[in-house]
């Protein structure tokens, strides 16, 4: 196929059950993409990557701009083949980490000047350059540039921004042209105001995007105003087409997000975590740096397949943690994407035989808190 | 079977191939040992070491003892199930660790009191401990604590280091009993002193034991008298016992060691070096920082088949290595230790049909000295 086409498989509420399909593969919906920010999903070989279950990753335009640069990726042959995964990769446009990273940014209607947290460099980002680094990567799933407001901002403030992130959508949106097989998708904004998402939306939907993301949430506003965001969001996306929440979240973030009509997610909150010895399981976050687990001869999680629980005890894993030891960081990534993928297909699941609801309270019933070390 | 068991299938002047057979495992000699220091060889699953070709992995009995205790290892089943490696393992004694990595030593007959580099706490290590704490981390190669005397040190040092190494090795060898099924190894000292060397080795003779080690050397003494003190030195080790050169080395070290008769290395050069961007090729070792390699599409060494050669290019292990990435460290540590590890197998084949001296000079002819960063 030389399309990129998403099917609706099955509804359960707003909870949808779809396929992506694009000549890199099939994504199958609810999906969580893990974040390969600089060329690598951290502390783990692509092909464990895709053990775990990921149909798709995501790149970061920002990183791989700065290091090794577009240019360099493109005469290397490009993303995939320089990172060794062969699925679709999905980028971010680098409005985001230019906005949390760099430094000395300025913002104006032609795009944002900034300087490289690597090395002070002067660097300049448009619609347009945006989506030609995302060309010259050889993403199969592309994003437009936005501004990305601090949160709190007044209403004024992401009034404003919003009018500027959908006016470089457009630019975006043109700058990405034709490209047979691969994806444009819109980013709504407008803040926790119900009105500009759905002006936003609005807008977007009159440009025209393979799929349409909601941005600028979790970023400090609380589960209560995310999922009401999606509620007055979601509804007004098309429904043909793929819905993605960036940036979330923790397991019970996207239980609710898909409650609420979300198809793509993607969260540097397992591989983040697994590197600071935090486990997600079927009960809740572990913390294996607790000495609980010192003499804990159990798996991790009973209920997972992954080489952290088959083939190591808690204990061991504990005591990883502690020595700072490279393989706690692999192990546990490992799991907390297995996990993370294991939870996208019971979701799948549920959503494939119409219990999503009940699902969805059984997990939540299921699992606790953030546990914090000792 | 359930006896320590070397056979010596071929020589080659002084070179011998031999087979180890343990009931964990046949040890193909000459051997590599990765290190496995604190219970885990770093950056690499268990899996992976053994696809690598490693027969057998080291542990430190240093680092063990301090974290996560040997009580505490022996409680959770042993040191093969708590690291998920389930071949033999061979152990030092703690004596070389305790003088290159804890502070305020103060040997005695008794043995050596320090403090942890952990915790500051103190700790104690006499002959007998040393073998207690091998025993209960169920080590199936069990080293005798010695005293290892800084480089340079006067003959009369040595020579009052090495009665007290030798009066250790007795209480050692008594203290390790009868263990079916594992081996206890002596330890050759004396600097580069050749009677020394000779007497150290007529003492463990007498006193007996499963193998036999070199220690004290590649502290500083230079290769060429490395060599001499080897050829000072193995002739007078039982024929008929596996000869251990420890903490040895760069790939020409150990080329020329099987030379003179050495069947068994281990040191953390490959897997250190992997994580210092380093990597040894049939060529000579590679620094992948250098910038030189930043548009390279090749294969780090085109003779090799480790992930890092087959699934990736110089350019990727560049970047990764600049952006600080752990799959850096990762395949460039496997890759280091499948390179040793088809080096032991180039050795062992050169033995068998009778080459290892043609071998030998073909082998540092394309192999350049270590190259430094630009």
Redesign the interface.
């Known amino acids: 196929m030389s399309e990129f086409r998403f099917e609706l498989k099955a509804t359960d509420g707003p909870a949808r059950l779809g396929l992506i399909s694009m000549p890199r593969g099939e994504i199958r919906t609810p999906a969580f993409m893990p974040v390969g920010t ?3 999903v ?5 092909e464990s990557v895709r053990e775990t279950g990921a149909d798709i990753i995501l790149g970061n335009t920002y ?1 791989l701009m700065l ?2 640069g577009a240019e ?1 990726v493109a ?3 490009g993303l995939h083949k ?3 995964w062969d699925r679709p990769i999905l980028t971010d446009s680098g409005g985001f980490q230019v906005m949390s990273l760099s430094s000395l940014r300025k913002i104006t209607e032609e795009g944002v000047r900034f300087r490289s947290h690597i090395d002070g460099n002067e660097e300049f980002l448009s619609p347009e350059r945006a989506m030609e680094i995302q060309r010259l990567l050889g993403s199969d799933i592309q994003m437009v540039l936005d501004e990305c407001p601090a949160f709190p901002a007044t209403e004024a403030d992401i009034e404003k921004s919003l009018a500027l992130s959908m006016r470089w959508a457009k630019r975006s949106r043109i700058a990405f042209g034709v490209q047979p097989g691969r994806a444009c998708f819109g980013i709504v904004q407008g803040g926790v105001f119900p009105h500009l998402r759905q002006r936003s939306a609005r807008e977007l939907i009159e440009i025209g995007f393979d799929g349409y993301a909601v941005g600028g949430l979790a970023v400090g506003e609380g589960q209560a105003a995310m999922f009401e965001t999606l509620e007055a969001t979601v509804p007004h996306l098309p429904a043909d087409r793929p819905h993605y929440l960036m940036g979330v979240g923790k397991p019970d973030d996207l239980v609710g997000a898909v409650l609420r009509g979300v198809d793509m997610f993607d969260c540097v909150l397992p591989t983040r975590s697994g ?1 600071n010895g935090q486990a997600f399981t079927w009960n809740g976050t572990l913390n294996l740096r607790n000495a609980r687990f ?2 804990d ?1 159990g798996p991790l999680d009973s209920r997972c397949t992954c ?1 952290a629980c088959r ?3 808690r ?2 894993l504990h ?2 943690v ?2 700072k ?3 706690a ?3 546990l990534t490992w799991h907390n994407l297995a996990f993370y993928q294991d939870l996208m297909a019971a979701i799948r699941a549920a959503i494939a035989e119409g219990r999503m609801a009940a699902f969805a309270g059984d997990f939540r019933a299921g699992y606790r808190t953030v546990e914090k070390p000792e």
Not at 42 to 46: D, G, S, Y
């Open positions: 600089a060329g690598s951290k502390a783990m070989l692509p990183h290091r090794p360099r005469s290397l042959g320089f990172m060794g590197r010192a003499e001869t080489p083939k190591f005890s204990a061991y005591h990883v502690k020595a030891e490279i393989i960081s692999m192990l």
